[in-house]
Structures are given as structure tokens and as C-alpha cells.
């Protein structure tokens, strides 16, 4: 057990270190973006000056573009890390199984999927009605 846990260290600690790294590029990328865009013509110092409504617009800024920069890089890492899980499982058990294993596997998971969809109830309604309500308590 323990001749697997070295290579899972080192595998889930480039995958951290590369999503930084992601992250990094992104929040550099728009950043200069943001800079060419508002402070090109003043537009930066008409807000700060003009428009009392928006208080410290370079910190919303800047924590903007750093939270979606890293919020960019978890979403490619949640998204392509669970994809390459499944294509190494369905080959593997098609290796042991053949192909009808994951085939049937898929189809029972994409049958469920539907059946849930029509029983579930809308939590996305109930929710927002939970919500408003407390709205109504707060005041």
C-alpha cells in the first residue's frame, strides 16, 4: 500500500501546484486586459472621482479577477481530473469485463439520471421560496 501512496503524493501534488500555476496565468492575463481597458482614457480615475456609488474600485478589482482567475483553474482541474478517472475505469473494467460492463454501466446511469430528474423535486424553487422567506422574518 505504501508503494502507491508516493506516486498519489507526487500526482495530487503537481496537479495542485499546475492549478496554481493556472490560475496564476489567468489572473496575470486579465489583469493587464483590465489595465489596457480602464485606465486607458481616464476611465479608471471617472469612476474613483465621478461615482460615489462604487467605493474602492481597485480592490473590486483585484479580488474579482484573483477569485475568478482560481475559480477558472478549480473549474479545469474539477472537470478534466473526475473525465480522466472515468476513460482509466471504463477501460480498465472493459479489460475485465469486456465492453458490455461499462456500456450497461453507462445506460444504468443515464437511466437513473432521467427517472431522478422527473421525481426529484425542484430544489432550485424551494430554495429560492426558503429565502424569501426568511427575508420576510428579517425585516
Known amino acids: ?4 501512496s508516493f506516486p498519489s503524493a507526487v500526482v495530487n501534488s503537481s496537479l495542485e ?11 496575470e492575463n486579465l489583469t493587464k486586459h483590465f489595465h489596457e481597458t480602464y485606465l486607458n482614457g481616464m476611465c479608471f480615475y471617472q ?3 465621478l461615482d460615489n456609488r ?4 481597485d480592490q473590486i478589482f483585484t479580488n474579482d479577477i484573483e477569485k475568478w482567475a482560481y475559480s477558472l483553474s478549480n473549474l479545469y ?4 481530473k473526475p473525465v480522466l ?3 482509466l475505469f471504463t477501460r480498465k473494467l472493459s479489460e475485465t469485463l ?3 460492463g461499462p456500456i450497461l454501466m ?22 429560492a421560496i426558503e429565502q424569501s422567506n426568511n427575508k420576510i422574518y428579517l425585516k
Open 54 to 57: 462604487i467605493s474602492n474600485p
Open 47 to 49: 469612476i474613483t472621482n
Open 77 to 80: 482541474q474539477n472537470f478534466s
Open 106 to 127: 453507462i445506460a444504468w446511469y443515464v437511466l437513473s439520471g432521467i427517472v431522478m430528474r422527473y421525481i426529484a423535486p425542484p430544489f432550485g424553487k424551494l430554495t
Open 1 to 4: 500500500m505504501a508503494v502507491y
Open 98 to 100: 469486456g465492453y458490455e
Open 17 to 27: 501546484y499546475f492549478n496554481k500555476l493556472l490560475g496564476l496565468h489567468f489572473r
Open 85 to 87: 478517472d472515468i476513460i
